[in-house]
Nanobody, 123 residues
Framework: QVQLVESGGGSVQSGASLRLSCAAS????????IGWFRQAPGKEREFVAG????????GYADSATGRFTISRDNAKKMAYLQMNNLKPEDTAVYYC????????????????WGKGTLVTVSS
């Protein structure tokens, strides 16, 4: 079992930055790939970013490329999503997720999910 708790969300204005954190407890975090997803009101959940178990490989959605950075600290059992130049369309609940095999961009089949943290960006 892995428990995930996200934090760092909030209400900001367009152009601001936020750093989301994901604290993991339970099994060794280095055994898992990590992904960040988001779900805006009335929309489907979407992939934002993913990172390999060792942190050497990352992948991003087109909407996040160049603005967001995913990272992890396995020793601290933490994952992060640095979000810069936020836009109103980034408004969503952001979820941290982990999986032993891979991070599916659909989110299907992922082992564990956090409960999310809300990010609201006003223009």
């Amino acid at each position: 079992q892995v428990q995930l708790v996200e934090s760092g969300g909030g209400s900001v204005q367009s152009g601001a930055s936020l750093r989301l954190s994901c604290a993991a407890s339970g099994r060794t975090l280095s055994d898992y790939y990590i992904g960040w997803f988001r779900q805006a009101p009335g929309k489907e959940r979407e992939f934002v970013a993913g990172i390999s178990r060792g942190g050497d490989v990352t992948g991003y959605a087109d909407s996040a490329t160049g603005r967001f950075t995913i990272s992890r600290d396995n020793a601290k059992k933490m994952a992060y999503l640095q979000m810069n130049n936020l836009k109103p369309e980034d408004t969503a609940v952001y979820y941290c997720a982990v999986d032993r095999t891979r991070i599916s961009r659909t989110g299907n089949g992922i082992d564990y999910w956090g409960k999310g943290t809300l990010v609201t960006v006003s223009s």
